[in-house]
């Protein structure tokens, strides 16, 4: 379709094959049903109507709602800038902050601070 410069959305396949398949020991219902198939592809091309492809500009970008741990890291392997990074709280992080160690001893003040600051020093682009 491509290749002949056609449209794309005005092409419909029928295809006989499990019909076939169905009605192995039938040549006839087979062929039927192959006659049915093929009527009915032609009667939806009929109605189809060509849609046209339209390529708009796209700038690729997200918010991510929450300034949390979880949000934070989100955004920095979804790459996404700190100013798409969005919280109720004025400073990311702060539930986290409530926690004073992991459940295998390490703080997590340190982790969150590190995390922040990786966020904030992301490019912008």
């Avoid at 169905?22 to 109507?49: G, I, S, Y």
């Avoid at 046209?52 to 955004?75: D, H, W, Y």
């Avoid at 902050?97 to 912008?124: A, C, F």
């Amino acid at each position: 379709m491509r290749e002949a410069g056609l449209n794309r959305y005005l092409f419909e396949l029928a295809t006989s094959r499990s019909g076939f398949l169905v009605h192995q020991a039938e040549p006839e219902k087979a062929t039927e049903k192959a006659k049915d198939l093929v009527r009915m592809a032609v009667a939806k091309v009929t109605l189809l109507e060509p849609i046209q492809e339209v390529r708009l500009p796209m700038t690729q970008s997200a918010l991510v709602v929450g300034g949390g741990i979880a949000g934070m890291n989100a955004a920095l392997a979804w790459r996404i800038r700190a100013s798409n990074l969005r919280d109720r709280e004025s400073r990311t992080g702060c539930h986290g902050l409530k926690v004073k160690r992991t459940w295998s001893g390490d703080e997590v003040r340190p982790y969150i601070e590190n995390l922040r600051e990786q966020v904030m020093k992301h490019p912008t682009g």
